[in-house]
């Protein structure tokens, strides 16, 4: 569809931007720690919040898999996406504005501080860096090979899925280590509109070159020919009650909040608590903008290119382009094809690179700073923090071009995996009795249980992390009673800096 | 005896509401499997209100619970007290 050179041209000088921008913010900058590195220490204000956090959110499969999800899912997937949405205001104001309150006082760079900061456990740190890495590496690994299939596929194969993934890893290398978090949030905001547009203008092209723009038309066609399509469980069998509930959850807990990634957004970036509210107010809409966009297409393609099976669902947007668009326009199909790379690329790099950053972080700051105490000046802790994200580039970029099954599965269940994690993070900001002890057990025996849904019982898929999640509040109270009640200097020391920052933001 | 905030109450009634439809949402057994118009239907009636409670409640809770100006707090921090958590205890 587009030649070599176009295809080229358009990731060379988009990556291109990218990385003159990466050194302008290292030259303005200078990140002057490994905090403001990471996190840019409270100070992204609250439309460059939004638009990261967004950006963040979606990988590149919301060009793949989104719209097949939505194909094969039908309209009870997207309801039950709608049903999560509006949690987010919710858990933010309860949960991660007080976390967000706690960072001002207590300078937290990675997610495992704020666990350790309550319960004091080395043990425990490590084990949420384990958990916290263990989903951002093969992340940001396989969205770079998302972003090899889309060169190779907008190429017609002319270009070989592992150049592109060199090609992005290398420059996504050389972008990051630069301006760090900051530079990658700024990005992000540019990246989050063009892979928004990307979606609306390739949804409704297909339905406007395949119904001459007669929606109504398009719906009844849908209604007639794939009735399935408007109801549960779906063409596909993907939304029996199970996953209706177990799904959304998943995305409101693990996918919005506790994704280390999000999570620091949410967080730890935020300039005040004026930003934190607006994070809360446009978040679920911004959401709707690219589901609801996504879910154009996957209806576009059912209405158009009904009985497609599988991993051929995949490939809805390509398909689309070529076998609706292209014979009525072709040279707006070339645009679109350009447009489909350009969006891909564009969530790819932003997903990835922050993927990236915080797995930086769980390196340089949880285990070789606070576990293995390596005592640094700080110019060497800032060539640290830049060296590890540098050396998990390379490993994620190796990841990618030798991709073991492995890495499908771990990103499979990444959104249920850190699920029974926010029971011990509701915990930690506002029960006093819970103890360490509890906190280790609920985090250890909470991610097992979300293992064994997947490898065990093989009800993964429409349960993700519901019953990790249940474990590990029940352990939590549990075993917080049956052991010894934490120091009261520590429990002073954390809520007393909580109550000091509330008093300090709110009137 | 101190006065409850008015906020607590509206916290209160905000997550509990929000809780309940969202269970609503998912009572098993409704919609039927295979019911199209069924399922509009039940989106329409857990859905919507979901939303507008949220958005409801946070717009209240804003209101009730006032912020004091803005300002940047990257400079305010107390300096984390790392060689005592390091240390994984006091």
Redesign the interface.
């Known amino acids: 569809m587009l030649s070599v050179t176009t295809t080229w041209s358009i990731y060379i000088l988009y990556m291109g931007a990218l990385i003159g921008f990466g050194i302008y913010i290292w030259w303005k900058e200078k990140n002057a720690s490994a905090r403001h590195f990471y996190t840019a220490g409270n100070t992204i204000n609250w439309f460059v919040l939004c638009m990261t956090y967004i950006a963040a959110l979606m990988s590149t499969w919301v060009f793949f898999s989104g719209p097949g999800g939505y194909y094969r899912g039908g309209f009870g997937y997207f309801m039950s996406e709608l049903s999560y949405m509006p949690l987010f205001p919710v858990l933010t104001y309860f949960v991660m504005n007080k976390v967000w309150l706690l960072n001002t006082q207590r300078q937290y760079s990675t997610p495992a501080d704020i666990y350790d900061d309550r319960f004091r456990s080395p043990m425990l740190r490590l084990f949420l860096a384990v958990v916290f890495f263990s989903v951002s590496l093969p992340y940001a690994a396989a969205i770079y090979m998302a972003c090899g299939k889309a060169a190779e596929i907008a190429s017609g194969g002319a270009i070989p899925q592992s150049s592109a993934v060199i090609f992005v890893g290398i420059t996504a290398l050389l972008f990051m280590p630069f301006g760090g978090v900051k530079s990658i949030a700024w990005a992000a905001t540019v990246q989050a509109w063009i892979f928004m547009a990307a979606l609306w203008t390739i949804g409704f092209s297909a339905l406007y070159y395949g119904f001459s723009g007669d929606i109504l038309h398009s719906i009844s066609v849908v209604w007639q020919n794939n009735n399935n399509w408007f109801s549960y469980p779906g063409p596909a069998e993907w939304v029996p009650y199970s996953a209706r509930f177990g799904y959304p959850l998943a995305c409101a807990i693990g996918w919005t909040i506790m994704l280390p990634d999000v999570f620091i957004r949410a967080g730890y970036f935020g300039k005040n608590l004026a930003a934190q509210r607006k994070l809360m107010m446009f978040q679920p809409f911004l959401q709707i903008i690219v589901w609801t966009g996504t879910m154009v297409i996957g209806f576009a393609a059912i209405a158009l290119v009904p009985g497609l099976k599988g991993g051929e669902t995949e490939l809805v947007i390509p398909l689309l382009i070529e076998k609706i668009i292209s014979p009525q326009a072709m040279q707006f199909a070339a645009v679109l094809m350009g447009i489909f790379v350009l969006g891909a690329l564009a969530k790819g790099l932003s997903a990835a690179t922050s993927h990236l950053l915080v797995a930086g972080s769980i390196i340089s700051e949880d285990i070789l700073t606070r576990l293995l105490h390596l005592d640094v000046n700080p110019k060497m802790h800032m060539i640290m923090a830049r060296l590890a994200v540098v050396c998990l580039g390379l490993a994620s970029l190796w990841l990618a071009l030798n991709p073991p099954e492995l890495i499908w599965t771990l990103i499979m269940f990444a959104i249920a995996v850190v699920m029974p994690l926010f029971p011990v993070l509701v915990a930690a900001l506002y029960w006093r009795r819970a103890t360490k002890a509890a906190a280790i057990v609920s985090s250890v025996v909470g991610v097992a249980t979300v293992l064994a849904t997947y490898f065990v019982f093989h009800a993964g898929d429409s349960w993700y992390g519901t019953f990790g999640m249940a474990v590990s509040a029940v352990l939590m109270i549990a075993v917080s009673y049956a052991t010894e009640k934490t120091d009261e200097k520590v429990l002073n020391e954390f809520y007393g800096a909580l109550a000091k920052a509330e008093e300090q933001y709110y009137a | 005896m101190v006065k409850e905030p008015a906020y607590k109450k509206t ?1 209160k009634w ?2 509990g509401l ?1 809780v309940l439809f ?1 269970a609503l ?2 009572i ?2 409704l ?1 039927a ?4 118009g ?3 239907w039940h ?1 329409a009636l ?2 919507i209100p ?2 507008i ?3 409801g ?2 717009v209240v ?2 209101r009730q ?4 100006p ?5 400079g ?7 060689k ?3 240390k ?3």
């Open positions: 916290e905000w997550l929000v969202y949402y998912n098993p057994g919609p499997y295979g019911d199209s069924a399922a509009i989106g857990t859905i979901l939303w409670i949220s958005y409640g946070m809770l804003n619970r006032k912020l004091k803005a300002r940047d707090c990257s305010e921090a107390e300096p984390l007290q790392e005592m958590i390091a994984g205890g006091v």
